[in-house]
């Protein structure tokens, strides 16, 4: 036992076992700042945090992968003594993994005792007093963020029948946000933002690069640091890649070609193919760029190896290509000067008017839009609500690499919308009985009905009696009707759908495809092939139209890719107007096929309505008449049991 002289106290001199209400900041700062701390460089960055901290606040890290985020609160807990609990933020993440549950096999044994919790990772961290590190907080479900609410705003959860947990003195909340994630992000709500202060963490200089590698590697070989430093930056700095390496490009191509000299290897005639190894996944280019990723990897790879920049390399493709100037006007008459002010002052509602005149206002706005010189005047039109309508109209009349900046900016408004309106949590399957896995609700009727049925003995595990929604495997064929009938607005209504589909499938690690089909099919994706969902939808943006539909043929492309998968549910979501032109009937076509689960039909007018319904094989028709639907209907689809 310790005497009175022994226990800690506070600056004010009262008892106290918190770690961080003993610590100096000051003392602290130093010691992470040492040279002999893992931390390199970030001395603001470590400032703002301890400052949060310390003062009690709860911290939302925002910044690209490989950015010390995690490195910085190993660190931290390391040197206060912390222990630091560790949560991924994904799909499968609940409220009752977080918080905890009671084992129903010891309530009914001794009730609801404390013995018979399991805490979760959340109340381990308050009870403890730790730092619960929530990874890509973007990524987990709103259910699950909602149990985080009262937490950060009063350090307490209240768990029914079991009590009130209050947070340790040195419980702390920081999670990680991800600004690179395209597929499957949640959007954060307000009642969660309000309770984060937020910290930016962006790339560190050059020579802190290298000493990072430096030390995660513990290779002496300064040149070969520098090279894969020097790769990585410039990646970042390209005008032709939308996302750049981290700083793990760097270490996998200097750990990568140090590996090489125990083969007895020339190192310096493999580099290069080591660097696309080391690079070419963590690159992503944009739909504007020519060149394959090999192709920028290896220019930038020879101008390192020459001890050029970025900067030479663009200065010397400008003047191999001089006259060559991308930002001249296209050829052609005068454009209309209305339009232009229009555009200059981003009057959509306007341009989208002139493009609804037909062929020849489609292609006086498209005149007039490649003519604009400033490109971030173009840039505003495309990234407005009306920019997937606005490039569905005049997509043919843009001038080549403007056609291909519009279809990326419409693609990530798509893309954007689907965030906002999708949300997890999607009932699927009817209640049934399940033996308890941490997940579910014990049904206490059922339980002892069954027990007493058994008659007097001891209650075993299978006598529990546990309800929840069966998880259905799930594989489904989003079918996109591509007919002229189809192919104007209503093929951004598609490229939604698709993006709803590719995000609920995609979190529930589910198969889907895409086929679009007029007088014959095509896939966009096949079901088992792994393909972004920025991907999907440019598909669907570059589909020409076709005056024939042909729903047989469609369908048989269909039945093939089902058969690649077994044990699902295989359902199709097809975006029609119902009008069949050409080709076979296909009802008995789909009434007759095993693989086929279930049609359903997401239903645009104007159209044929009866034959919809007649297509729509064991599933549902869902009028379509604007974005907000497209949800709607998947959800209420999705949530219908087979």
């Known amino acids: 036992m310790k005497s009175i002289d022994e226990t800690p106290v506070d600056q004010e001199g009262n008892f106290c076992d918190s770690k961080l209400a003993l610590c100096d900041p ?60 560790y949560c991924e933020g994904n799909a499968d993440l609940t409220a009752s993994k977080m918080v905890g549950y009671f084992d129903p096999a010891a309530v009914l044994q001794t009730g609801y005792i404390p013995e018979n919790f399991n805490e979760g990772v959340l109340t381990r961290a308050m009870e403890s007093g730790g730092i ?132 007895e290897i020339r190192i310096k005639d493999h580099l290069l193919q080591i660097a696309y190894l080391a690079f070419s996944a963590k690159i992503k280019r944009k739909p504007t760029c020519e060149l394959t990723e090999e192709e920028i990897i290896e220019e930038l790879f020879r101008t390192a190896m020459m001890g050029g920049s970025l900067d030479d390399l663009l200065r010397r493709k400008a003047e191999g290509k001089a006259g060559d100037d991308k930002m001249s006007f296209v050829r052609g008459p005068e454009p209309d000067w209305d339009l232009v002010d229009a555009i200059r002052e981003k009057r959509l509602f306007k341009l989208k008017q002139v493009a609804e005149e037909g062929d020849l206002g489609a292609t006086k706005l498209g005149h007039a839009l490649s003519k604009i010189p400033d490109e971030n005047m ?34 990530q408004v798509i893309l ?7 949300f997890f949590g999607l009932r699927d399957g009817d209640r049934k009985r399940f033996r308890f896995d941490g997940d579910g ?81 095509f896939l966009l994706k096949q079901i088992d092939q792994d393909t972004p969902v920025d991907k999907v939808i440019e598909y669907i943006l570059t589909l020409e139209a076709s005056s024939m539909t042909n729903y047989y043929s469609a369908f048989k492309e269909a039945s093939t890719e089902f058969s690649k998968i077994t044990s699902f549910k295989k359902e199709i979501f097809l975006m029609t107007d119902g009008v069949w032109t050409y080709g076979e009937d296909p009802i008995p076509f789909i009434q007759n096929n095993a693989n086929i689960s279930r ?24 009028k379509i008449d604007g974005w907000p639907s497209i949800v709607r209907g998947i959800n209420q689809i999705m949530n219908t049991p087979y």
């Open 378 to 411: 173009f840039q505003d039109v495309f990234q407005g609500p009306l920019a997937p309508e606005l490039y569905i109209l005049i997509r043919q009349a843009l001038e080549k690499r403007r056609k291909a900046l519009a279809r990326e900016l419409a693609t």
């Open 416 to 422: 954007d919308r689907a965030q906002n309106l999708t």
């Open 132 to 263: 619960l590190y929530i990874e890509d907080i973007n990524r987990v479900p709103p259910d699950a963020l909602n149990a985080l609410v009262t937490v950060l705003s009063e350090r307490e959860v209240h768990i029914p029948r079991y009590g009130m947990i209050k947070a340790h003195d040195d419980f702390r909340v920081v999670a990680s946000l991800s600004i690179f994630d395209s597929l499957g992000p949640v959007k954060l709500s307000r009642a969660i933002l309000d309770r984060f202060v937020k910290i930016k963490l962006d790339y560190q200089s050059e020579e802190e690069e290298k000493e990072i590698v430096n030390r995660v590697t513990q290779i002496d070989a300064p040149w070969l640091v520098d090279l894969g430093v020097k790769i990585g930056r410039a990646t970042r700095e390209h005008p032709d890649l939308k996302v750049g390496a981290s700083i793990r490009g760097a270490i996998d191509f200097v750990r990568l070609a140090s590996d090489e000299t125990r083969f």
């Open 441 to 521: 609700v014990i049904d206490i009727d059922r339980t002892v009905e069954n027990i007493v049925e058994k008659g007097p003995r001891n209650v075993e595990p299978d006598d529990i009696i546990v309800t929840k929604r069966e998880r259905v495997k799930r594989a489904c064929l989003l079918m996109i009707d591509a007919s002229e009938s189809m192919i104007k607005e209503k093929l951004g209504l598609a490229a939604l759908a698709a993006a709803v589909i590719s995000l609920k499938y995609s979190s529930r690690n589910d198969f889907y495809g895409v086929v679009a089909f007029h007088s014959q099919p």
């Open 599 to 622: 049609v359903n039909v997401l239903y645009l007018d104007p159209g044929n309505l009866q034959f919809a319904k007649e297509l729509a094989y064991k599933g549902q028709v869902i």
């Open 26 to 85: 000051k003392e602290l700062y130093e010691k992470l700042t040492d040279d002999r701390s893992g931390i390199v460089g970030r001395k603001r960055e470590l400032k703002l945090i301890l400052s949060a901290i310390c003062s009690g606040k709860s911290i939302l890290l925002e910044g690209p992968p490989g950015t010390s985020k995690s490195t910085i609160l190993h660190e931290l807990c390391c040197s206060l003594g912390l222990c630091l609990f």
